[in-house]
């Protein structure tokens, strides 16, 4: 049994799932063109809910394969973007008391920094758009698939600022293993949380190591692909990639070669303070053009 078997089946046991999710995944396994058609259904179901529509507005229709085909560009956020983290800006008594309890320290700011990133992924990661876009049943799995594509592509991105990347990188790591432990225990696992926190430690790197090599100028074009679709879509002895799921995976394997080129543009102080914002995945709506009111 693989690890990620492993874990899954303890984690996939629908009395544990419907804690943390809506929708339990089934107990048997499927073969992989009905698990992915109930995985596409679902997330077009949810796309096109009247409750989805009338909150969102009109949702723009998705186009997969010529999603994510776009020059690459910086992430990080405009000066004046809403969005931004920013640190408190003290002055007088409270700024001395808080530089007197390291507030400002370099310390203290990179893991306010850490958070922010990892904010960033979660917050990216958990819209519902994701997994519409991407047509992904939200399970467990899914989830813990696209927080570590997430979090690769931010480590390596911050491999490319050396010492100080590697150091704030593990103020993230610490920050998402601390999160993950709360996904799991939220999922029902609590006795033996260690182990499968150590099942899923090694499942991370693993896939860290796939992705590097996929990614690399040695690797070809398909070898992304096929790895995500191993990593997110594919379930545990599940056949080969068919035509059904092909669009998907390959859109979800173009994106995240454009948002690793798009963080490598994105400056270090954007990267550092949390400040920057990965790509929006549904297409933006042209805003309608106002027609000029009939003369009186």
Known sequence: MSRWRAVASRLSAPHLLSRAFSKPPP????PLSRTFSKAA????ATSHSPSAASSAGPRPEVRLN?????KPSSLALPPDSPLRAEDPHYEGIKRLMLTLLLFYSKQSKSIRGANAVYHRITSHVDKPDIYEVFQLEKTFKTTFSLLVLHMWLVLRRLKEEG?????????IYETYNHDVELRVSKAG???????WMKELEKIF?????KYDTAISPEASQDDLVNVIWRNVYADEGSEPMDAAATPAVQALARYTRREATCLSLTDKEALFSGNFKFTTVVPTVPSPV????PAQ
């Open 27 to 30: 107990l048997l396994p499927q």
């Open 41 to 44: 259904a679902s997330a077009a």
């Open 66 to 70: 010529s999603m994510f085909l776009s």
């Open 163 to 171: 010492k100080d990347g590697v150091k704030f990188g593990q103020y």
């Open 189 to 195: 696992v609590n006795l033996l949380l260690t182990k």
């Open 205 to 209: 790197y693993g896939n860290i190591v």
């Open 290 to 293: 106002k027609q000029p009111s």
